[in-house]
């Protein structure tokens, strides 16, 4: 995760998923609900449930530790905590 800030608007977002699909893959989704906001709850939420909603399941990778649906969950969760760490 990149993030380029002004005070309390982020100006540009570049995110990436890894290690849940099978390959490394931009979240172009999540950066254009990120690009050009301000900083707020309201907005790492949405990003945060813009990330899961950007696949199907049947993107993810499956295997005997995570179901793709688990997958799906996880990439949002990562994705919020991910936002909270730069932004903090």
Do not use: K
């Not at 813009?50 to 969950?73: I, K, L």
Request: hydrophobic letters at 35%; glycine letters at 2%; one cysteine or more.
């Amino acid at each position: 995760m990149w993030l380029q800030t002004d005070s309390d608007s982020i100006e540009n977002a570049r995110i990436a998923a890894t290690g849940s699909l099978s390959h490394p893959t931009r979240l172009h989704s999540v950066e254009d609900e990120l690009n050009d906001t301000t900083i707020d709850e309201e907005t790492v939420a949405t990003a945060a449930d813009r990330a899961a909603e950007s696949f199907d399941e049947t993107d993810f990778r499956s295997d005997m530790r995570a179901s793709p649906a688990y997958c799906s969950h996880l990439l949002s969760v990562y994705t919020e905590r991910a936002l909270r760490t730069v932004l903090d």
